[in-house]
């Protein structure tokens, strides 16, 4: 914990996979969708509950993790095709800054790590509020969005159809829902 002249107080809070998400949608035919999520992953969010502007947040999830409930396309998204999750074991995201703090909104801009290729990334998000569990822990919730095209990151595998367009699109929306549990900054 900080602290400044403003008197801001910033904490330092672990994201609680048990309760977070970290999901993707991506259009497939053209005209349906695929959902998945990463199962393991870590990250770290600090800030300030009453300054939104002092949001950081880094993280890290397994490749190898990738689920869309289809064992056959979740193994082919660990290959050399797209995640090539035996080379590439991590996905990771830090922050360099946020803008645009309009009450409990705001953009978290940052970078994004995918297959040894780094992107800056801006996530639309949400600070849902903060609470204490039955077990006395103090915790935040979280939410935030974007929209990436996969072959910036050399995601690049597809199909063309018969009828014209391609199997799965380059737009991919991530979705993060993040509970995270205060850290006791004394240890």
Known sequence: MSS????????????????SR???TVRHLGFSKVRGSFENFEGIVR???DDLSTIEAEGTAQTAS???NDEKRDAHLRSADFFDADKYPTITFKSTGVKDVDGSRFTLIGELTMRGVTKEVEFEG????AGRDPLGNDKIALEARTTINRKDWGLNWNAALET?????????D???EIQAVLQDDEA
């Open 47 to 49: 800030l300030d509950p």
């Open 4 to 19: 400044t002249a403003q008197d801001i107080q910033v904490n330092t809070y672990a994201v609680d996979p048990s309760h």
């Open 66 to 68: 990738i689920t869309t």
């Open 22 to 24: 970290l999901g993707f």
């Open 164 to 172: 014209g367009g391609v199997l799965v699109s380059e737009h991919v």
């Open 174 to 176: 991530l979705e993060l």
């Open 126 to 129: 949400e600070y849902l509020g």
